[in-house]
């Protein structure tokens, strides 16, 4: 297939051929695959500025899509990849492959650092998305840091570079990349210069608020190294629709107010939110894994929505939500790769029930099979939220998106619903920040 790249895609190309390292967040949808492949050949081909690149991805986007976009395009077909990925046995082996590029899942990456040691060979790095990188504390940030000064080229892909909306998350991104030329080397020299304590108990700070001015003064200094495009592609509208659910609340109140209902208990307060929003679904674990039916309200108003007669996708993150989904509806089919991604397209499966994490990031196609999201379980991370979502409403599709929210009245489920926006909102003041309009 021909490459012809739209005037985003060719932005974000030179953005990265032209500096050793930049935080590109290119739209959902916006081809940041094939353009960083292409940027990765010149690099090496025609600059013969680096010699091997390791891709750090999520498991399903490492498993389907580098070696597969790879192959899809004509300019690129003399790009050899390789996937580490499996058993250590052949993790060890694809090393050993000669190839061009090497695409590992982010939770062996720490397992590669300490492999390689002293003998790095990869000058060029991309983390596709940017998840298990935001936290300086996380053992995928603290690999990279150890191998930082081996690597000559350094991207970072990700459609939500500020997902709490706060940027806090930012200064690992860009501090990794610049070694703290912009932000600081420190995070608690960053927060003191940007930042006002906001909810504490006596010493011990719980959260943090910007400054007056310090939005625009972060998102100045980052401009240079971060960039936000938008696409330039005509996308269908997305309509977002709440269904409200009402059911019996006895035990959900009763978890409320007690922390306890029967065998289900909360330690903590984070538990506590985990266990209602699985009873707003319909069910809950209790500290045994025994699932405990609560109701059947959100399974009903699944049915009202599959028998409009259009393929569903359907996100839910409980296994015993699936399961539920799974024995009403005969005819549904878990989300395994692949296969079901191809069946999907081929209008085989009238109802595919995901995990947002499984196909949140980098699994294209599904919008070819479908234009009707369902939400049986909200999540809290905007993060799969918008990519989930993304994976039907991006270039490509040729209907109006439709994304239902099952919303359980009165409970946890609003209260998510509402974080979810609010997070949005503020992610969207960066991204319009930095954007450079292609």
């Given at each position: 297939?021909?490459?012809?790249?739209?005037?985003?895609?060719?932005?974000?190309?030179?953005?990265?051929?032209?500096?050793?390292?930049?935080?590109?967040?290119?739209?959902?949808?916006?081809?940041?695959?094939?353009?960083?492949?292409?940027?990765?050949?010149?690099?090496?081909?025609?600059?013969?500025?680096?010699?091997?690149?390791?891709?750090?991805?999520?498991?399903?986007?490492?498993?389907?899509?580098?070696?597969?976009?790879?192959?899809?395009?004509?300019?690129?077909?003399?790009?050899?990849?390789?996937?580490?990925?499996?058993?250590?046995?052949?993790?060890?082996?694809?090393?050993?492959?000669?190839?061009?590029?090497?695409?590992?899942?982010?939770?062996?990456?720490?397992?590669?650092?300490?492999?390689?040691?002293?003998?790095?060979?990869?000058?060029?790095?991309?983390?596709?998305?940017?998840?298990?990188?935001?936290?300086?504390?996380?053992?995928?940030?603290?690999?990279?840091?150890?191998?930082?000064?081996?690597i000559t080229r350094l991207y970072i892909l990700t459609g939500t570079p500020d997902p709490n909306g706060n940027l806090l998350d930012l200064w690992p991104q860009i501090s990794i990349m610049d070694r703290g030329q912009r932000l600081g080397k420190g995070i608690t020299g960053y927060k003191d210069r940007w930042y006002l304590?906001?909810?504490?108990?006596?010493?011990?700070?719980?959260?943090?608020?910007?400054?007056?001015?310090?939005?625009?003064?972060?998102?100045?200094?980052?401009?240079?190294?971060?960039?936000?495009?938008?696409?330039?592609?005509?996308?269908?509208?997305?309509?977002?629709?709440?269904?409200?659910?009402?059911?019996?609340?006895?035990?959900?109140?009763?978890?409320?107010?007690?922390?306890?209902?029967?065998?289900?208990?909360?330690?903590?307060?984070?538990?506590?939110?985990?266990?209602?929003?699985?009873?707003?679904?319909?069910?809950?674990?209790?500290?045994?894994?025994?699932?405990?039916?609560?109701?059947?309200?959100?399974?009903?108003?699944?049915?009202?929505?599959?028998?409009?007669?259009?393929?569903?996708?359907?996100?839910?993150?409980?296994?015993?939500?699936?399961?539920?989904?799974?024995?009403?509806?005969?005819?549904?089919?878990?989300?395994?790769?692949?296969?079901?991604?191809?069946?999907?397209?081929?209008?085989?499966?009238?109802?595919?029930?995901?995990?947002?994490g499984s196909g949140g990031h980098g699994v294209d196609g599904l919008q070819l099979g479908g234009n009707v999201a369902v939400w049986f379980g909200l999540p809290y991370s905007l993060d799969l939220y918008e990519q989930a979502n993304a994976r039907l409403h991006r270039p490509g599709q040729e209907n109006n998106v439709v994304?239902?929210?099952?919303?359980?009245?009165?409970?946890?489920?609003?209260?998510?619903?509402?974080?979810?926006?609010?997070?949005?909102?503020?992610?969207?003041?960066?991204?319009?920040?930095?954007?450079?309009?292609?």
């Amino acid at each position: 297939m021909e490459y012809l790249p739209r005037p985003a895609q060719a932005l974000a190309q030179d953005r990265m051929l032209d500096n050793p390292y930049q935080l590109i967040a290119l739209r959902m949808g916006g081809g940041k695959t094939v353009v960083t492949l292409t940027a990765v050949d010149e690099l090496m081909r025609d600059r013969f500025e680096i010699s091997k690149t390791l891709v750090v991805a999520p498991l399903r986007v490492a498993e389907l899509v580098w070696h597969t976009e790879a192959a899809k395009w004509g300019h690129l077909a003399a790009l050899r990849v390789s996937k580490v990925l499996g058993s250590q046995g052949r993790r060890l082996e694809a090393l050993r492959a000669d190839a061009d590029v090497y695409v590992i899942n982010r939770e062996n990456f720490v397992w590669l650092v300490r492999e390689m040691g002293k003998k790095w060979p990869f000058d060029c790095v991309v983390i596709d998305e940017n998840k298990g990188f935001k936290d300086r504390g996380s053992l995928a940030w603290q690999a990279l840091k150890r191998v930082r000064q081996k690597i000559t080229r350094l991207y970072i892909l990700t459609g939500t570079p500020d997902p709490n909306g706060n940027l806090l998350d930012l200064w690992p991104q860009i501090s990794i990349m610049d070694r703290g030329q912009r932000l600081g080397k420190g995070i608690t020299g960053y927060k003191d210069r940007w930042y006002l304590p906001d909810k504490r108990n006596g010493q011990t700070i719980f959260s943090w608020k910007l400054r007056p001015g310090a939005r625009d003064e972060i998102q100045a200094l980052v401009r240079d190294v971060m960039v936000s495009i938008d696409t330039g592609a005509v996308l269908p509208d997305r309509i977002d629709n709440v269904v409200p659910v009402a059911f019996d609340r006895k035990r959900y109140d009763e978890m409320q107010a007690t922390q306890v209902s029967g065998r289900v208990m909360a330690v903590n307060t984070a538990v506590l939110a985990g266990k209602l929003g699985q009873m707003a679904n319909g069910a809950v674990y209790d500290d045994a894994k025994v699932v405990h039916h609560i109701h059947d309200a959100k399974l009903d108003a699944l049915e009202e929505i599959i028998d409009q007669g259009e393929p569903v996708l359907c996100f839910t993150a409980y296994v015993h939500d699936m399961d539920r989904i799974k024995a009403r509806f005969p005819q549904a089919v878990q989300f395994d790769g692949e296969r079901s991604l191809l069946a999907w397209q081929s209008g085989l499966i009238s109802l595919l029930v995901m995990h947002p994490g499984s196909g949140g990031h980098g699994v294209d196609g599904l919008q070819l099979g479908g234009n009707v999201a369902v939400w049986f379980g909200l999540p809290y991370s905007l993060d799969l939220y918008e990519q989930a979502n993304a994976r039907l409403h991006r270039p490509g599709q040729e209907n109006n998106v439709v994304v239902h929210h099952l919303v359980a009245v009165g409970t946890i489920d609003e209260r998510i619903m509402g974080v979810l926006a609010n997070k949005g909102d503020m992610q969207q003041t960066l991204i319009d920040a930095v954007k450079e309009l292609a």
